[in-house]
């Protein structure tokens, strides 16, 4: 299992996130920034991207990435949901 990061940038027309939202709550996640979001699963990076990018516009962006446990914030509410015991490094 891994953290990955989740951003995206749904731009106009469309910027429907209602079917974003809808797959990524499947996953264990805490969405302490407007578009950005934490998951913690197995799936691999690329099978998110592609599952996201047959919900988005052509003209939409996504980046997803693996976290390490090295990373630093300020004020940021999924803290505590990185540093759970229970998150899969």
């Given at each position: 299992m891994a953290v990955l990061l989740v951003t995206y940038d749904?731009?106009?027309p469309?910027?429907?996130y209602e079917p974003v939202f809808a797959y990524l709550k499947r996953f264990t996640y805490c969405k302490g920034m407007e578009s950005v979001w934490l998951?913690?699963?197995p799936v691999p990076t690329a099978q998110i991207r592609d599952s996201l990018k047959?919900?988005?516009d052509a003209n939409d962006r996504l980046f997803v990435v693996r976290l390490a446990r090295d990373w630093a914030s300020l004020n940021y509410d999924c803290a505590g949901w990185l540093n759970d015991t229970a998150r899969s490094w």
């Open positions: 749904l731009r106009k469309g910027r429907n998951l913690d699963t047959a919900l988005v």
